[in-house]
């Protein structure tokens, strides 16, 4: 059972945008930001967003973050083959002193 | 741009320790957080501790009685041992410089630990 709540899985064609889910609390969203971890198949995760939608160096400009209040959302526009994988949200949780994440959500390229 | 090189032993026999070990190039120890993570088979990723650059440490507590995790300035160097392992362990374990709230922005290219009989 994960702290973070997102949806098991998401899908699209080549071209949409897509949106995934993550739902927290108050000793985590509800003060601290969120951060959204790409995980290709077989490969390490890498950080696609941080403090709820800054991205890193790198990262196109069709990944993009948002939250309120203990909710948020990764959108993925202009879909494409490469960004089939697993996607999985992190906040700082204030009892551990350190991060907890979703789920993750295997996202689908149909 | 930092690169983290894991190292150690893939396969750990059950009660026996699992030690790892993650060298950090092109980037000081200096001012951040070093992180450990696992992933079970299929499962998400969990958060196993960190250390700071000044030596001190923090755990999940789901694992605080068996982990430690240390840092070698010097050698560019943190370390992670859990001991009295089980199946339960058997993961992918990863590495990580963790910038806190702000998440972790390099990672390891991790390491398979199976746990055995």
């Known amino acids: 059972q994960s702290v973070l709540t997102q949806p098991p899985s998401a899908s699209g064609t080549p071209g949409q945008r897509v949106t995934i889910s993550c739902s927290g609390s108050?000793?985590?969203?509800?003060?601290?930001?969120v951060n959204w971890y790409q995980q290709l198949p077989g490969t390490a995760p890498k950080l696609l967003i941080y403090?709820?939608?800054q991205r890193p160096s790198g990262v196109p400009a069709r990944f993009s973050g948002s939250k309120s209040g203990t909710s948020a959302s990764l959108a993925i526009s202009g879909l494409q083959s490469e960004d089939e994988g697993d996607y999985y949200c992190?906040?700082?949780?204030?009892?551990?002193?350190?991060?907890?994440f979703g789920g993750g959500t295997k996202l689908t390229v149909l | 741009q930092a690169q983290l090189q894991q190292s150690g032993p893939g396969l750990v026999k059950a009660s026996e320790t699992l030690s790892l070990t993650c060298t950090v190039s092109?980037?000081?120890?200096?001012?951040?957080?070093w992180s450990w993570f696992r992933q079970s088979p299929g499962k998400g990723l969990e958060w196993i501790g960190y250390?700071?650059?000044?030596?001190?440490?923090n755990y999940n507590p789901s694992l605080k009685s068996r982990v430690s995790i240390s840092i070698d300035t010097s050698k560019s160097q943190f370390s992670l041992k859990l001991n009295s392992v089980t199946a339960a362990d058997t993961a992918m374990y990863y590495c990580?410089?963790?910038?806190?709230?702000?998440?972790?922005?390099?990672w390891g290219q991790g390491t398979t630990v199976i746990v055995s009989a």
């Open positions: 092109g980037v000081s120890l200096r001012s951040y957080y």
């Open positions: 992190s906040a700082w949780e204030d009892s551990l002193d350190g991060p907890v």
């Open positions: 108050s000793s985590n969203m509800g003060i601290y930001t």
């Open positions: 250390v700071y650059y000044s030596g001190s440490a």
């Open positions: 403090s709820d939608n």
């Open positions: 990580s410089r963790d910038r806190g709230n702000w998440g972790s922005d390099y």
